[in-house]
């Protein structure tokens, strides 16, 4: 799962950005509202964590924008505490949902799921194909009950791909969500990944899709 989080004090940002990538996430961050409006616009990501009081481009106008602009994106708002206004005006602009400031990073991390889960028609947790079962809150993978140990990458390709389960996701998609903008995977990087993931969980349950990418059937 890829997600933006957008805020301009950079301690909170790094809090949360580093909730975020224990959670298993890939986090991209940006302080600005302009940056955020046109990253959200052009790019895929799973989720959208927007602070309300940004420069340049407020972060009402940047979900107003992205809506308009028929972005889909769940988009999680931060509020300032007490502000009911904000909120409601945050959700009539088209946000998903809102946490007023300060809040726990767990709930953040909770919400933020939630808002993912809802938009794809996930309505637990827990992610199942077959044999396989996926904890997304805890991070524990079973197949056939039996707990499977993973890296945090294999966990991430794992989660994303059981998360598209009955649609093929390319390499390109599936390598967007699993490695940062900032690392540079070899060439061949996700075929290993993609190999050691199939030692763990069982060969058959990640299709290869042939000069495409790969595929968990539902
Ligand atoms: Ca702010």
């Known amino acids: 799962m890829r997600a933006l989080v957008v805020e301009d004090e950079a301690q909170i940002a790094a809090e949360i950005s580093a909730h975020l990538t224990q959670a298993g996430y890939v986090v991209e961050t940006v302080a600005d509202g302009e940056e955020a409006w046109s990253r959200a616009g052009t790019e895929d990501f799973d989720g959208i964590i927007l602070d309300l009081g940004l420069p ?76 396989l079962r996926v904890d997304t809150r805890r991070m524990i993978t079973t197949v056939n009950g039996a707990p499977v140990s993973l890296s945090l990458l294999e ?27 900032d690392q540079e995977p070899g060439s061949n990087a996700l075929e290993v990944l993609i190999a050691r993931l199939r030692k763990k969980i069982g060969g058959e349950l990640i299709e290869t899709q042939r000069g495409y990418g790969y595929l968990i059937r539902g």
């Open 56 to 131: 340049r481009l407020d972060g009402l106008s940047v979900v107003r924008q992205l809506r308009a602009a028929g972005v889909t994106t769940p988009i999680l708002v931060l509020t300032a505490r007490g502000t009911w206004t904000e909120r409601v005006a945050g959700i009539d602009a088209g946000a998903d949902d809102y946490l007023p400031k300060p809040f726990q990073p767990e709930e953040l991390v909770a919400r933020l799921g939630a808002i993912i889960r809802r938009s794809t028609g996930h309505t637990t947790p827990t992610l199942e194909a077959g044999p």
């Open 155 to 181: 966990f991430r390709a794992l989660r994303y791909l059981i998360h598209n389960k009955g649609r093929p996701v390319s390499q390109f998609e599936l390598g967007e969500h699993v490695y940062g903008a």
